[in-house]
């Protein structure tokens, strides 16, 4: 009866004014006999059940080849590895977007906290970028930058207003894998130096020189790749062997002891130390730079000791190398309190790459560097056809305007902290949700089998949590260098009464689980 009732969603489901203790609704319908359970302080949406936010929105009706004969294309016809990615065991056929919300091809609706993979930033099809798209395919789709066009030369002031001095000289790309590429050239010819170190667990792309960046075997080929790139221990204070309750700079702490004095951080000492012998055993006393994400994405949205980044900058620019900052997933406002992420870690980088939020999920990247850096790279010619498209650019130029107009960064703040809140309270409650951490819209959950040997939950466990959570009416995404973290990077439009929705279906996922195991 439970799963059933569960299942219940679509867009004209209604709401109810009672408020509504979602415990007392598990314990009504699914309770063991003689079992007892204490009350669950977290409050959800005021319905009997997990009720879908009303939406205005209609979609169009779906009128063209159906779910078998896409299915039967996608095995046949397209990449092999998209039938991998298809993340569930019943894949979401999807049709139409419109802000924080999907529906796929049968008119059912989805409230999307993945965001295409963190990439819709402001919203599906905003209708003010996509007003500024629709202008500009009909004035001019493409051209080279070999021409002097104004969407290109409008944006690239712009996206430049926005990032400190020195950080002035824009390069466009059209990915992220390719902008990181693109970084590690430059990082490579201004310095000298060829080794490039990384953080284990990273992610920073799957073209085949920034694999070698990406510290995480299921992206990696059998084959040599990243010559010169070296990994370094990830300062993950919940998972790596150090770490306490006030290590990072997030809303919500690990449950770790900390027994740090004032101003001191045992686990930051001990991470840098381990950078240390890195350096002096595995790279050459001169190396060409240090990649980082300021927090990681497909690594589950994993932090670092508030001093880690701020410190490791020094060592390496000591060692003649530069540090660059990937912002794919973190950049635009996602983590609420700055633009950018390294700002939250008090840094300044030598170079910056970027993409996805960047417009809005049109393919697009970019590289800002200082007027130095970019004087180095011009001993040869760089030449990217698409780079800065007029299309792109000036969806790209709506969006940075949406971002402030609606005041997405601020929501980012507003609502991430909430909802990072509120799932401590299910991390305190269940044995099984072992971490909740992150900054803004950037959030992970990360699952264990239980939180004294932290050992991974299982990855048939993380299905089974993962399909009920899209079968009541919710799209999460997975990360972690074992599957094992829930990743929740909504478009930033997202409201706090998605969040409790969210947050409602979570919790019966989660609690439907422990009933079953």
């Known amino acids: 009866m439970f799963k059933a009732l569960c299942r219940i969603n679509g867009p004209s489901l209604g709401r109810k004014k009672d408020a509504f203790n979602t415990f007392d609704f598990l314990a009504k319908f699914h309770r063991p006999s003689g079992a007892v359970y204490q009350k669950s302080a977290v409050k959800y949406p005021p319905s009997d059940l997990p009720q879908m936010p009303p939406c205005g929105f209609k979609p169009e009706e779906y009128k063209d080849m159906s779910k078998d004969q896409m299915l039967e294309i996608r095995k046949s016809v397209c990449n092999p590895m998209t039938m991998k990615v298809t993340y569930y065991k019943k894949p979401v056929y999807v049709h139409q977007g419109y802000m924080q919300w999907l529906w796929d091809v049968d008119g059912r609706r ?30 001019l789709w493409h051209t080279t930058n070999i021409y002097v066009y104004p969407p290109l030369h409008e944006y690239a002031e712009k996206l430049a207003a926005h990032l400190p001095d020195p950080l002035k000289v824009v390069y466009f790309t059209n990915s992220g894998s390719e902008a ?57 204070v919940f998972r790596g062997p150090w770490g306490g309750s006030h290590c990072r700079d997030s809303p919500v702490q690990t449950i770790r ?54 410190e490791t900058y020094k ?45 809005n999920g049109y393919p697009m990247g970019a590289v800002v560097t200082t007027p130095e850096i970019a004087n180095s790279f011009a001993k040869g010619v760089h030449f990217n056809t ?78 089974q ?17 074992y599957g094992q973290t829930f990743r929740i990077q909504p478009p930033m439009c997202i409201t706090k009464e998605d969040a409790d929705f969210f947050l409602a279906v979570f919790h019966h996922a989660v609690h439907s689980y422990m009933e079953r195991r």
């Open 386 to 463: 698409f780079g800065g498209n007029p299309v792109a650019c000036a969806i790209a130029s709506s969006v940075l305007d949406t971002l402030k107009e609606d005041g997405t960064q601020q929501n980012s703040a507003n609502v991430g902290t909430y909802l990072m809140t509120e799932l401590a309270k299910l991390r305190d409650k269940y044995e099984i949700i072992g971490d909740v951490r992150g900054k803004g819209l950037h959030i992970g959950v990360e699952m264990v089998k239980d939180k004294v040997s932290q050992e991974p939950l299982p990855a048939e466990a993380m299905s």
């Open 257 to 310: 002891d900390c027994s740090c004095s004032p101003g001191c951080c045992q686990a930051n000492d001990m991470y840098i130390g381990q950078l240390k012998e890195v350096f002096a055993t595995s790279v050459p006393s001169r190396i060409a730079g240090f990649f980082g994400e300021p927090i990681q994405g497909v690594g589950g949205a994993v932090q670092y000791p508030k001093n880690y980044l701020k």
């Open 315 to 359: 060592l390496v620019r000591e060692r003649g190398g530069v540090c660059i900052a990937d912002e794919v997933q973190t950049g635009f406002g996602r983590t609420g309190s700055h633009f950018w992420g390294f700002q939250g870690h008090g840094v300044m980088p030598d170079i910056v790459t970027m993409a996805k939020g960047i417009a």
């Open 110 to 139: 989805y409230l999307d906290l993945f965001a295409g993979i963190v990439t819709v930033s402001v919203g599906h099809c905003h209708p003010r970028v996509t007003d500024a798209a629709v202008k500009q395919l009909r004035r």
């Open 180 to 236: 990181n590429d693109l970084a590690m050239l430059m990082a490579r010819l201004h310095t000298g130096n060829f080794d490039i170190l990384t953080l284990g667990g990273s992610y920073h792309g799957g073209s085949p020189l920034a694999m070698g960046l990406t510290s995480n075997a299921a992206y990696k080929y059998p084959i040599a790749s990243g010559l010169g790139c070296h990994t370094t221990m990830c300062p993950d």
């Open 465 to 481: 949590i993962f399909e009920d959570t899209k079968d009541m009416g919710v799209l999460i995404g997975k990360g972690g260098v």
